[in-house]
Structure formats: structure tokens, C-alpha cells
């Protein structure tokens, strides 16, 4: 493969990586997430139902860790390159594009402080963790509910800003009125997944 | 024009000047291309009594300045030298007339051709930079002309080659100020998605064709 094509599919497995599986994933998460809203016992048992999956530490490290890993640090190096101009160029695309990279700085630092404080913090007796009450006691801090809802939000504009792109880097929508149509779908995913999260994450509050 | 005739600074002293660039006058050259009260546009269509009072004149900045409100557009040359934007028909026999192009192809090249090379496209992509070697909107465009042509359609792998590298297709951010700062009301952002496609198509057929 040349340099050139190098660069040309490293770029595309990071447009690619954003919807699948790490897209997949955080639509996922937020969906069984949900069960908070009924009580911590039914919250444990799907917490338990999922550890108990077969080969669920490859799945880990194949489906979430690594394409996470990539995306993400390959995500600040492009998002380098980029000198946004949104006072002098008004526009809601133009509009989009920053917010595109700046949710992405954010969702950065929200990941590894999410990690950090519910996967790799009680990493040897994972199994037997009460994570539903973990998650109780460490929300009580107003400041980290809030990092949660901006944290929540940048990742389901994200993604939903992400499918916009993902469909003209690909070759999905290319002319004006097709890409249009996809702000319809990609408004629809933003709005159904921060429900979903919002919901969620209020129920480890109530 | 009435100004640079008997230029004068603020005090009332003589001075050179203002160097600029400027030909047709009618949008049409692409040489006049500066930021009109922050609006990267064409000076010669920018009518002064639509502006608002004091109208400030700054060159553009994704170019080194040569002088004043002249700039150095060689790089956007030589992105179209790295595309090779031309119909390849040199020989040393005559090589007889090409395909014929159907009606429609034919009108939709056109409003492709219009381009003037201005840099306004540039002048407003936030990937066109310092940090970056993204060869802006431009370029891309003319890749979709030329691939569309019938003659020059047989360049079209080299092209797509060449829009691949660093610095080309994929370093485009999808902000879309481009199609709304060309004068010539190119749809670039058309343009850019369609090389998006070609090149989509032309990276699986090299990957599981060779």
C-alpha cells in the first residue's frame, strides 16, 4: 500500500470507527442504561447479565477499547489541523464543524474520566461491585452530574453529527437536497439517544 | 481607480500605491479575489454604495502577501498541477475528435468550468491553514470536471491517486463555507461529496483488485 493510500484509509477507519462498532456501542450503553430508571437491583442483574457474556473482556478490548483508542487520538490530530472560523463565517454547517471537534476534545476527557472511575478503579473484584450504588454515590456531586449531562450530550451530538458526515465521506449523500434529508436522520438520532441518556442518568439521581 | 491615481496617506502627504491585482473587471479573472469588510469576495463586483462606510480592504490570508492587497496564488497552480486539471491530448499525431458528451453532462461541466481560481473557497475553509496542506475546494472540483470529460476521463485513476494523498480530499472538514463564498456559484460542496464517492469506489477497487 502506498503512502498515499495510508493516508486515505486511515482517515476513512476514522469516519468508519465513529459509527461502528463505537456508534453501535454508545447507542448500546445509553439503551441498557436505561434499566436504571427500574431501581438498582434491575440495574445489577443487566450489569451482571452482560459480564456473564462469553468472551466479554475481547469484546471489551476489540469492540470498545481499541476503536475508542484510535478514534479518539487520531480524532485530537485531525481536530489539530483544524483553525475554525466561526466568527466570521456564520453558517449552521460552519457551526457544526466546530462543534463537531470541540464535543470531541470534551468527549476525550469525559471517557477517561468515565473509565477510570467505573471500569479501571475496582478492576480486581469488577464482578462484585454494587455499580449501581457506585454510580448513586458519585453523582451526588452536582459537578460531576453535570460533567454526566455535558458528557452525554456531546456524545449523542457527536454521533448524530458524525452519521451526517460519515454519509458524505463515504459516498452515501452527495448532492445538496440528499444531504438535506440525512440532517432529518441525524436530528432524529440526536434527539432519541439524549432522551434515552438524560433519562438514565437522572434515575441514578432520584 | 480614482484614489490609486493620486494617492495620498491620511495627513495629506503623497505616497505610492495601493498594489493590487485586478484585469476584467467583471468577475470573470479571478484576480481581484480580497477581503471586502471582512468578506473574503471579488473587489471589482464589491459596489461601493452597498458597503458599509469606511469599507476595509485586507488581503487575503491563506496566501503570503506579495504587496498590499496583492497575493501569491501559485499553490492553488500547483494543486491543479497534482490533480493534472487538463485534457490530455498531446501527441505527436492527430488524434481525431473525442466521444461526444450528452447535453445534460455538458451543461453541468460547464457551471464546473466556471471556476476562476480566485481563492475565495480557500480564503474561507477553516482546514486551509498553517497546520494543514489541504489544497481547499478548488482543486477538488476540477477533478470532478475533468473525470467527467470524455478524453479527460482517462486520467481519472491518476487523479483520484492524487486526491487521496495528504493534503487532498480527505483532509476536507465538511464545514461547507466553500460553495457559499464562490462567486461563481460552483456547487463545490457537490463537487467534494462526488470525489468522496469516486474515491470511495476507487480505494475498494484498488484494495481487493490488485
Given amino acids: 500500500m502506498t503512502f498515499e493510500e495510508r493516508h486515505f484509509w486511515l482517515r476513512r477507519l476514522h469516519s468508519l470507527s465513529g459509527i461502528v462498532p463505537i456508534g453501535g456501542y454508545l447507542a448500546f450503553h445509553l439503551y441498557e442504561n436505561y434499566t436504571a430508571t427500574r431501581g438498582g437491583e434491575a440495574y445489577n442483574r443487566m450489569v451482571r447479565n452482560l459480564q456473564e457474556t462469553p468472551f466479554a473482556i475481547f469484546l471489551e478490548i476489540g469492540i470498545i477499547i481499541v476503536p475508542l483508542l484510535f478514534h479518539g487520538v487520531y480524532g485530537l490530530f485531525v481536530t489539530g489541523t483544524a483553525r475554525p472560523n466561526v466568527t466570521s463565517n456564520r453558517y449552521v454547517r460552519n457551526w457544526m464543524y466546530f462543534l463537531q471537534r470541540a464535543t470531541g476534545v470534551i468527549l476525550f476527557a469525559f471517557v477517561i474520566f468515565h473509565l477510570w472511575t467505573t471500569r479501571l478503579v475496582n478492576i480486581r473484584d469488577h464482578e462484585s461491585v454494587d455499580l449501581f450504588r457506585l454510580m448513586q454515590e458519585s453523582l451526588q456531586s452536582r459537578w460531576i452530574y453535570a460533567f454526566y449531562i455535558v458528557g452525554i450530550l456531546s456524545a449523542t451530538f457527536h454521533l448524530a453529527n458524525g452519521i451526517w458526515s460519515f454519509s458524505i465521506v463515504w459516498g452515501l449523500t452527495v448532492g445538496p437536497r440528499a444531504q438535506r434529508r440525512m440532517i432529518w436522520v441525524s436530528a432524529a438520532v440526536f434527539l432519541i439517544l439524549s432522551f434515552i441518556g438524560i433519562r438514565s442518568i437522572q434515575a441514578f439521581r432520584a | ?210
Fill in chain 2, 1 to 210: 481607480m480614482e484614489v490609486a491615481k493620486d494617492p495620498k496617506t491620511r495627513d495629506g502627504r503623497r505616497t505610492s500605491p495601493v498594489v493590487y491585482d485586478r484585469a476584467c473587471l467583471e468577475e470573470v479573472c479571478g484576480s481581484c479575489a480580497m477581503r471586502v469588510n471582512g468578506v473574503a469576495r471579488m473587489a471589482c463586483t464589491a459596489l461601493i454604495d452597498s458597503l458599509a462606510q469606511p469599507v476595509k480592504l485586507e488581503p487575503l490570508a491563506k496566501f503570503p502577501v506579495v504587496r498590499d492587497l496583492s497575493v501569491d496564488r501559485s499553490s492553488m497552480f500547483e494543486s491543479l498541477k497534482r490533480v493534472k486539471a487538463w485534457v490530455p491530448i498531446d501527441g505527436t499525431y492527430d488524434l481525431g475528435p473525442g466521444p461526444r458528451m450528452a447535453e445534460s453532462e455538458r451543461a453541468y461541466a460547464y457551471e464546473l468550468s466556471k471556476c476562476i481560481t480566485c481563492g475565495n473557497c480557500l480564503e474561507v475553509c477553516p482546514q486551509v491553514n498553517d497546520r494543514s496542506s489541504f489544497m481547499g475546494a478548488a482543486p477538488i472540483s476540477q477533478v470532478a470536471l475533468f473525470n467527467r470529460h470524455p478524453t479527460g476521463r482517462m486520467l481519472a485513476a491518476e487523479r483520484l491517486d492524487a486526491l487521496m494523498g495528504e493534503g487532498g480530499l480527505d483532509e476536507c472538514g465538511n464545514a461547507q463555507n466553500c460553495v457559499r463564498a464562490c462567486p461563481k456559484s460552483i456547487p463545490l460542496t457537490t463537487s467534494i461529496a462526488e470525489m468522496f464517492r469516486a474515491t470511495t469506489a476507487h480505494g475498494f477497487r484498488k484494495l481487493f483488485g490488485s
